[in-house]
C-alpha cells in the first residue's frame, strides 16, 4: 500500500509555486516518486531469493529496515540468510518498520509506503521461503527413496 499522496500532476503544480528551496527539493523528490510509482493507492514490489546451496540469499528493491534479515532469521534459524537492499529495480523508498512511523523521522516522511509495508514484505518473503525449502525437502525425499 502507498501512503495518500497527492497525484504527480499535483506535485509538480505545488513545486512550481514555492518559493522555500528546501521544500521545492522534497515535492520535486515527491513527484519523482509518485511519477514512478503512479498515482494508485498500491504497487507492485518484486522480491528476489536465490538458494545456493543450504543457503538463501533475500534481494529487496527498496531501503528495508534490518527488521527484515531478524525476523528471517529467527523463523528460519537452520538456514544461512543473506539480505540485500537495492536490488535490481529501486521502486521508490525506505520500508521501515510500523512503529518507526509517526516519529516524523526522514525515513518516514520520505517514502511513498504506507505504515505496515515492510511487514507486507517480511510475510511474502516468509511465505516464499517455505515453499522453497518444502521444495527442497521434496527433492531430498525423492534422492533417498529408492
Given at each position: 500500500?502507498?501512503?495518500?499522496w ?8 505545488q513545486?512550481?509555486a514555492?518559493?522555500?528551496?528546501a521544500l ?12 514512478a510509482l503512479?498515482?494508485?493507492a498500491?504497487c ?21 529496515y ?7 532469521r529467527?523463523?528460519y ?10 536490488v535490481n529495480?529501486?521502486?521508490g523508498?525506505?520500508?521501515p ?8 523521522i526522514y ?8 505504515r505496515?509495508?515492510l511487514?507486507?514484505?517480511?510475510d511474502?518473503l ?7 525449502t ?5 527433492t531430498r525425499e ?5
Amino acid at each position: 500500500p502507498l501512503k495518500d499522496w497527492p497525484s504527480a500532476e499535483e506535485l509538480e503544480r505545488q513545486r512550481s509555486a514555492t518559493t522555500d528551496r528546501a521544500l521545492e527539493e522534497r515535492l520535486r523528490r515527491k513527484r519523482d516518486t509518485r511519477l514512478a510509482l503512479g498515482d494508485g493507492a498500491t504497487c507492485s514490489v518484486l522480491l528476489w531469493i536465490w538458494r545456493v546451496g543450504n543457503s538463501l540469499l533475500v534481494g529487496v528493491p527498496e531501503e528495508a529496515y534490518s527488521l527484515v534479515q531478524t525476523k528471517l532469521r529467527q523463523r528460519y534459524g537452520n538456514t544461512a540468510i543473506a539480505c540485500l537492499n537495492l536490488v535490481n529495480d529501486r521502486v521508490g523508498g525506505y520500508l521501515p518498520p510500523q512503529d518507526r512511523y509517526g516519529l516524523n523521522i526522514y525515513q518516514e516522511w520520505r517514502t511513498p509506503f504506507a505504515r505496515g509495508s515492510l511487514e507486507i514484505v517480511i510475510d511474502a518473503l516468509s511465505n516464499e521461503i517455505e515453499r522453497i525449502t518444502a521444495e527442497k525437502a521434496q527433492t531430498r525425499e525423492c534422492l533417498a527413496t529408492p
